[in-house]
């Protein structure tokens, strides 16, 4: 078993993927450290995928995955997780921005200092401030709603413990909220090294400003799905069980309202000419349905919760 799994999602790189391998190979072989290189072609549509199969030949370490289209960065980690026999899994981009002179460093760190997870950080960013001003303001963000303590969310050079990557699945864009999918997991002893961002030295950027947009709408989602998926109950039933309360309020006070003005001979209207009664009723069927909708979930969740779907941190087996 190597002691380190590279994993590097690539989309038209034929250029820096020579150079890259090399960097990497002279790294590996002056540290000492045994190893594999994944790359994942998502979907390439230059000469990527022939780069790859003739860097395959000249290096045995090397293995490789083909997309038939662009499915994204986060389904190219996820099957380069699922392929990876490493004690340490290393993520890191195609396009040289990357350093492997980091990579032994990110290792001793899970090995040694007992790290579930490493996160790079690019304090000294080569990037125009198109990028860098959203990129602050996204991880500001997502450090207030995570908890986690990091600069740099979406670095692409991350390293975990195999335990980590082999619990764990990304799909759509969730590849940026990684650490907080770790932690919701039971990963919780992650760390940060900072590390050098080196300006782009072939092609141009695959991501634009949308990556932004959609990274806040993914950060809602994964924190409500890790939060509540094995429960919904809890978020259905609480949400529903306020809405129905605050129409039944609502309501107990327009009757109690009418029937003091009924007895002091004040005149008084019909509750169902009062707007807060429309707005009651709205309360309690939104509550009504709020609380099914948690109770038809738990079900599902009920039905299709697996022993495989818990962690486990250590095992005695004693025949």
């Known amino acids: 078993m190597p002691q380190i799994s590279l994993i590097i999602p690539v989309y038209d790189e034929e250029e820096s993927l020579p150079e890259l391998q090399d960097w990497i190979k002279r790294v590996m072989e002056t540290k000492g450290l045994s190893y594999e290189i994944i790359y994942v072609d998502d979907g390439s549509k230059d000469n990527s995928w022939q780069v790859i199969k003739d860097l395959s030949v000249l290096d045995?370490?090397?293995?490789?995955?083909?997309?038939?289209?662009?499915?994204?960065?986060?389904?190219?980690?996820?099957?380069?997780?699922?392929?990876?026999?490493?004690?340490?899994?290393?993520t890191m981009d195609a396009d040289l921005q990357d350093s492997p002179e980091e990579v032994p460093e990110l290792y001793r760190m899970i090995t040694e200092d007992g790290f579930d997870l490493v996160s790079g950080w690019k304090r000294k960013r080569h990037d125009p401030i198109s990028k860098t001003i959203p990129s602050r303001l996204f991880n500001g963000v997502t450090r207030f709603i995570s908890g986690i303590k990091l600069h740099d969310f979406n670095c692409?050079?991350?390293?975990?413990?195999?335990?980590?990557?082999?619990?764990?699945?990304?799909?759509?864009?969730?590849?940026?909220?990684?650490?907080?999918?770790?932690?919701?997991?039971?990963?919780?002893?992650?760390?940060?090294?900072?590390?050098?961002?080196?300006?782009?030295?072939?092609?141009?950027?695959?991501?634009?400003?949308?990556?932004?947009?959609?990274?806040?709408?993914?950060?809602?989602?994964?924190?409500?799905?890790?939060?509540?998926?094995?429960?919904?109950?809890?978020?259905?039933?609480?949400?529903?069980?306020?809405?129905?309360?605050t129409g039944f309020l609502i309501t107990v006070w327009l009757i109690y309202e009418k029937i003091a003005g009924l007895r002091n001979g004040l005149p008084v209207r019909e509750i169902t000419d009062q707007p807060l009664f429309f707005l009651a009723l709205v309360a309690l069927i939104v509550g009504v349905q709020l609380f099914l909708t948690g109770f038809m979930a738990e079900m599902m969740t009920s039905n299709n919760t697996h022993k495989s779907d818990y962690n486990i941190a250590d095992e005695i087996n004693r025949k």
């Open 60 to 90: 045995v370490n090397v293995k490789a995955i083909r997309f038939v289209r662009n499915y994204g960065k986060s389904a190219a980690l996820n099957i380069g997780f699922s392929k990876a026999i490493g004690e340490v899994v290393v």
């Open 156 to 245: 692409g050079l991350k390293a975990y413990s195999k335990k980590v990557v082999k619990s764990i699945d990304i799909y759509g864009e969730m590849h940026r909220y990684i650490p907080l999918i770790a932690k919701w997991n039971g990963f919780g002893k992650i760390g940060e090294k900072e590390v050098a961002h080196r300006a782009r030295k072939y092609g141009t950027t695959k991501f634009g400003i949308e990556r932004f947009v959609n990274g806040f709408l993914d950060l809602i989602s994964v924190s409500f799905v890790n939060r509540y998926k094995k429960n919904p109950m809890h978020f259905f039933g609480s949400m529903g069980t306020l809405s129905f309360m």
